[in-house]
């Protein structure tokens, strides 16, 4: 309870951090401060994600037993992620004047200039930090301690938020800059208790340990999979900057608000399920049992994420409003922002369930089917993404539209092969089931809709923050409201997934509540 109450309150701070900037910051400024962290995300995504929770946690959990066995193997894991950090922030470093220019083409000179400053400054002053402190999380995760862990990114984002108050009137757009910087070193400084509380003990050197030839063969097809997502991520930078000022930062808020319920819902069901589907395909448990669960999970991620989907796009505006309604962030950016957010939305069930499908074929030890339809769907992302600006020349929310259709058609045929390879998963059951969702949504957010538009300005003076707040927290309820109550009346059996967590969790408090008598 304590770690998802700090992972809540990461994403507030996270959101905070971005209000706070649409406050100090115009929408061209933020191209500037986005676009800085192209190069730098791409470095850090290639080197450390999925690398600490797939292949260097484990590794440190096999040698956490022997001091000089596990101080040697991931001394000499860390040391070569390290080697390989320095080699490529020299080899970025000097020749950002040429690969800016070639990321942003549609963006000025001085646009140019200020990015290549920035981004040379994020790769000397913030990456280190960043590498060396995410290192210390997966310590800390290998040992079961999680609460540092969980506060150095809040910590992070508060430092953020803290420099841009109070440097801008003098740095001004350097001062989130630094404050990311500082922000790094805090992040790396705050987890450094975690190696007192280990096995490990750092040392200089780099062997060719077994753990150091696990990890790298297990590394390695993790970081092609990731080099693919991220030249689909940059593509989409470079052709924002043909879309005028402003069209990066509204991609890039509406696909970051668009992610937090997929992060919460998709890919925490995603890495739950892993072990356990892993366990069963080991125990060559393939049976109508392993069927069930995958379907069953589908439609229950299917039922959580539909309703959610449909809220962000009838509350698009007043959602935007509230997480980056900040000064500067203007009525333009707020509307072009929200139509991006809703053309995003549209495959937010399927995005929902991808993080679980490919943990499907995770379980049963098949990487490259996965692999192979991200490539496949990326280059349709691609595809549509070029027709939509140069050939029909729409605008920002186009791009949004094509990742939408490409994830569709990602997870789609993720679903498809993997019913093939169990030979038949149920479908009219799911096809059934799904449709009632999405019926039940639609009617619930038409009436939401419509109690929306009352609310506002009758009830609820919204040109106030809070009021916003409140607007939607109402709305909200009165959707999810009817939402259940027709899912009740459908006969949807995913409606009782909800009973059986409260009576769980209300099993639970009685037993926090007997341990804690006892303990008194």
Sequence with gaps: MLLSFMIVMTSLFGFLRYRILAGYFNKEELDIFFASFRIPDLIFEILI???????????YVKYKNNKKELSENVSSIINLIFILLTVFVV???????????????????????????????????QLPFFVLGNFLTGIGQANKIFFLSALA???????????????????????????VVIGAFFLFVIQLPLLFNSNFTYQFILKKTKGLVEFTKLVVPRAFTVIVAQIDATIDLTLTTFLGSGAYTVFYLAQHLQLLPVSVIGIA??????????????????????????????????????????????????????????????????????????????????????????????????????????VFSILINTVLSLLSIFIFHLPVWALALS?????????????????????????KEIFVDIGKMFFSAFLSAFVSYFSMKFLDGLIFDTSRTINVFFLLSTVALIHFAIYLFLSWLFNLKEIYLLTSLI??????????????IQYE
Excluded at 105 to 114: H, Q, T, V, W
Excluded at 281 to 298: A, G, P, R, V
Aim: glycine content about 4%; charged content about 15%.
């Design 269 to 374: 069901f995603g890495q739950a399920s892993l072990p356990y589907l892993t366990e069963m395909f080991q125990e060559k448990k393939i049976s109508e049992e392993f069927k069930k669960i995958i379907t069953d999970s589908l439609l229950n991620l299917f039922y959580l994420t539909i309703p959610i989907s449909f809220f962000f796009i009838f509350a698009r505006t007043p959602l935007v409003r509230l997480f980056f309604g900040g000064q500067k962030f203007d009525w333009e950016a707020t509307v072009s922002t929200a139509v991006t957010l809703s053309y995003f939305s549209i495959s937010l069930p399927f995005h929902g369930c991808y993080y679980f499908l490919t943990r499907c074929f995770y379980s049963m030890q098949d990487s490259r089917t996965p692999f192979y339809i991200s």
């Design 153 to 179: 990114p809040i910590i992070y984002n508060l430092t953020i938020i803290l420099t841009t108050i109070f440097l801008y009137q003098s740095l001004f757009l350097l001062a989130p800059i630094w404050g």
């Design 403 to 427: 990742f939408s259709v490409s994830m569709i058609i990602n997870s789609s045929l993720l679903f498809i092969i993997i019913s093939f390879k169990l030979q038949g998963l149920g479908l």
């Design 49 to 59: 994600t999925g690398a600490l929770t797939s292949t260097f946690i484990p590794i």
């Design 91 to 125: 080899i970025v470093s000097l020749f950002l004047n040429q690969i800016i220019p070639a990321l942003t083409p549609g963006y000025d000179l001085i646009k140019m200039e200020k990015i290549i400053s920035f981004s040379r400054l994020l790769l000397l002053g």
């Design 503 to 516: 009576l769980k969790l209300k099993e639970y408090q009685k037993k926090f509540t007997e341990i804690y």
